[in-house]
Structures are given as structure tokens and as C-alpha cells.
């Protein structure tokens, strides 16, 4: 073979090997964003039931503080809402905190992963992608941190007003609690706002990742799941 020839052919090969090694780590990325996903999902259902749905827990609070209601009926309401706080939004607060966990490994396994693509385009995008992704559990551990403290004070009122047995003078000692309640809401509110943003923008960069170098997209459990349910 000749020389010339031969040097074209190890090009076309060096060339091809290349973007074999970038197929495998776009597919490895892919897969990585799935496992990310699936972290998402299992923050934001429990958040979701913990801190925004109308359960027993928040209509036992409104009626514990109500303050046209009678004393008897305060205290009652005071004692479920620490009950549903202990069986209900604790345990969905810790299901939200150990899939924060999982989010923090599946992050690391997404930048790790974004980092062995070689095309420098596709690589910029994927690195987009994980900084939306790391921007989102920044929001998701500082709304957690928020919840906690704001349902810390909650309970807390609640306590008062069992110990007191439902006495309007419990309400003497929430005057800080009225304050602080509503300013931790926003926040949680202004986080969770935040995640749902940064979600939004990972998506669109993986989306355009995706279109741009044909990534296959992987189900995540979540989709898997949802997909199963609804064919029964």
C-alpha cells in the first residue's frame, strides 16, 4: 500500500474511532440525565405532598389558629396537626432530603459523564446542561432547609396551643412565629420557583443536544412507570 494511501486510510480510521468513542459517551451522558431525572421526580412528589397539597395537616393547622373557633376546637385541631405532622409531611420531608442525596451522586455522574464527550460543541452543550442541573439542587437543598424551619415554627405554634388547651392567650406567644411563617413561605416559594426554572433550561440544552447530535434518549424509572400505568 502506498504511503499517501495508507496515511489516508489511518486518518479515516483515527476519525471513525473518534466518533465511536463520542457515540458511547453521548449514550453514557443520556443515560446519566435519566438517572438525574429520576432523582427530580423523587424530590418534588414528596416536596409537593409536604408542602403544597390541601391535606390533613394543613387543615388541621388553619382550624388549630383559627380564631373564632372555641378553645376545645383548637386544641383538638392543634393535636391532629402535630399527629399528621409526625405520620404525613416529616416522612415526606425525609423521602425528599434522601433523594436529594441521590441527586448530589447522580450530578457528579452527569459532569463526569458531560466532560468525556470530545466534540467540543456537544460537550458545551452537555456542560450547559449540568450547570442548569446543578443550579436546580442548590434550589432543591435550600427549599428543603426553608420548609423545614417554616414547619419547625408551625408545629411549634401547634404545641403551644395544646399545652395552653386552646387558650387565645396561646396566641401571645406566636407574635415572632407571624412574622417569620409568611417570609419562609416566599421563600419556599421563590426556590421552588427557581428549581422549576433551572429544570426548564436543562431540558431545553439537553433537548438541543439531542437534535443536534441525535443523542438517543433514555426512559427514566419515572416515565417507565408512568408508561406502565397508564396501558393497564
Known amino acids: 500500500m502506498k504511503p499517501l494511501l495508507r496515511g489516508g486510510l489511518c486518518l479515516v480510521l483515527f476519525l471513525l474511532a473518534g466518533c465511536s468513542t463520542d457515540r458511547t459517551a453521548l449514550r453514557e451522558f443520556s443515560r446519566a440525565y435519566a438517572r438525574f431525572y429520576d432523582t427530580v421526580v423523587g424530590i418534588e412528589v414528596p416536596a409537593r405532598i409536604a408542602l403544597y397539597l390541601r391535606n390533613v395537616y394543613g387543615l388541621a393547622l388553619h382550624d388549630a389558629l383559627d380564631a373564632d373557633a372555641t378553645n376545645h376546637s383548637r386544641a383538638q385541631a392543634a393535636a391532629l396537626t402535630i399527629s399528621m405532622y409526625n405520620t404525613q409531611v416529616e416522612p415526606a420531608l425525609a423521602e425528599a432530603a434522601l433523594n436529594l442525596s441521590h441527586m448530589n451522586g447522580a450530578l457528579d455522574t452527569l459532569v463526569v459523564t458531560a466532560h468525556a464527550i470530545r466534540d467540543a460543541e456537544a ?31 408551625q408545629v411549634g405554634a401547634a404545641q403551644k396551643m395544646v399545652v ?69
Not at 173 to 186: G, N, Q, S, W
Not at 192 to 199: D, V
Open 123 to 153: 460537550r458545551q452543550l452537555a456542560v450547559e446542561v449540568t450547570q442548569h442541573a446543578r443550579d436546580m439542587e442548590l434550589a432543591y437543598a435550600a427549599l428543603l432547609d426553608r420548609s423545614r424551619q417554616k414547619l419547625r415554627l
Open 164 to 232: 395552653m388547651s386552646g387558650s387565645m392567650q396561646a396566641f401571645s406567644y406566636m407574635v415572632h412565629d407571624a412574622d417569620e411563617i409568611p417570609r419562609l413561605a416566599e421563600e419556599c416559594d421563590r426556590q421552588w420557583r427557581a428549581a422549576m426554572t433551572s429544570g426548564n433550561r436543562a431540558s431545553d440544552a439537553f433537548a438541543a443536544l439531542r437534535g443536534r447530535f441525535r443523542v438517543p434518549e433514555y426512559p427514566s424509572a419515572w416515565d417507565t412507570t408512568e408508561t406502565s400505568r397508564r396501558s393497564r
